[in-house]
Nanobody, 117 residues
Framework: QVQLVESGGGLVQAGGSLRLSCAASGNIFVINAMGWYRQAPGKQRELVAV???????NYADSVKGRFTISRDNAKNTVFLQMNSLKLEDTAVYYC???????????WGQGTQVTVSS
């Protein structure tokens, strides 16, 4: 079994910062990619950031320059540093994991980020 445990969400004022973390465990041989999605009320789930096995990254245009994705390979953990937070960043943030040669995607339980004015 594969488990993703997220932490770091909370309430923050606009302009503030939060750091999310997601630790993966279980039957993992080689990680292909890890990343973050988010879903705001009434909106579809969208990709926020992804980091691939080779270290390359991609970000949604709306978060470029403000968010940074990183990982600790030894601990199978991915982070999302969120700076200059805006009201529009309010959402449930979901960690995801893709394992090499595994056709399934794995998802965390979600962590709430709320940005207030």
């Amino acid at each position: 079994q594969v488990q993703l445990v997220e932490s770091g969400g909370g309430l923050v004022q606009a302009g503030g910062s939060l750091r999310l973390s997601c630790a993966a465990s279980g039957n993992i041989f080689v990680i292909n990619a890890m990343g973050w999605y988010r879903q705001a009320p009434g909106k579809q789930r969208e990709l926020v950031a992804v980091i691939r096995s080779g270290g390359s990254t991609n970000y949604a245009d709306s978060v470029k320059g403000r968010f940074t994705i990183s990982r600790d390979n030894a601990k199978n953990t991915v982070f999302l540093q969120m700076n200059s937070l805006k009201l529009e960043d309010t959402a449930v943030y979901y960690c995801y994991l893709a394992i090499l040669r595994d056709r399934n995607d794995y998802w965390g339980q979600g962590t709430q980020v709320t940005v207030s004015s």
